[in-house]
């Protein structure tokens, strides 16, 4: 079970249409039941204060899905009547989000009950309205069993993290190749590239293979290399230990 969450914004890699080639990408891999969470109607431009609030709204509703599909779950499960299992446990959810999304996806363990959801991708958490201490407010790893996540424009639009159980910094983590033009445009593009790094990640034949670097210092002067056998791959398919 996916689900995606996304800010809806046209310039958002992950809004509905990108949900969408996320989707074809699952199913061109297998059989995937997807929920595209679509919140822009809560955040319309430019009266951003809605963020304030909106992002804790949209986690109460998507944790009330996550309730509702546990109790589908054991119905059919105990139920008779019924020949196939539906809903799916937390555990069975993978909660996706892009930006702010990656913070309602944390949100969401505020609200769901004692069993946690089983995986959260973050793609690059957003800086903006999530700064502090306070790790109820955004994406950390005790928010579900499993908490991945990939930073592309870390400590500019993005968080510098670490958020989850296991963090990958792409090309160092804040500077994308191919992203350029001017201030705002490059430092969209830089965050805004993680969707299509994690959406090719699910089909993709070769991968995209992460080695472990003690910091971004190191990475940048060119000391940073590991064992192959260190090397894990980044997205889908990021072992989950
Ligand atoms: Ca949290």
């Not at 679509?38 to 992002?55: A, G, H, I, K, R």
């Not at 996706?96 to 769901?112: C, D, E, M, Q, T």
Request: glycine share 10%; proline share 5%; aromatic share 10%.
């Amino acid at each position: 079970m996916k689900e995606v969450s996304h800010n809806g914004e046209e310039m958002d890699i992950l809004d509905l249409r990108k949900g969408e080639v996320g989707t074809l990408a699952y199913f061109t891999r297998g059989e995937y039941n997807i929920i595209i969470v679509d919140y822009s109607s809560l955040v319309v431009e430019p009266c951003l204060s809605q963020v304030e609030w909106s992002p804790r709204f949209c986690a109460l509703c998507i944790a009330q899905l996550v309730a509702w599909l546990e109790a589908a779950w054991y119905w059919s499960k105990s139920s008779s009547q019924i020949e196939k299992v539906v809903g799916a446990p937390p555990e069975g959810v993978h909660i996706i989000g892009y930006s702010v999304g990656a913070h309602i996806a944390g949100l969401v363990a505020n609200y769901v009950g004692p069993d946690r959801i089983g995986r959260i991708t973050g793609l690059d958490p957003t800086i903006i309205f999530y700064m502090g201490n306070n790790r109820s407010r955004d994406l950390d790893p005790s928010d579900a069993i499993f908490v991945d996540v990939i930073h592309t424009g870390a400590g500019v639009l993005g968080q510098l993290g670490p958020n989850g159980h296991v963090d990958f910094y792409v090309n160092g983590g804040s500077s994308q190749p191919g992203c350029s033009g001017g201030i705002y445009e490059t430092l969209a593009c830089d965050h805004q590239k993680v969707t299509p790094y994690f959406i090719e990640s699910i089909n993709s034949k070769v991968g995209f293979w992460a080695a472990p670097c003690p910091n971004l210092l190191l990475y940048l002067i060119g000391w940073c290399t590991a064992d192959t056998s260190k090397y894990i791959k980044m997205g889908e398919d990021v072992p989950k230990r």
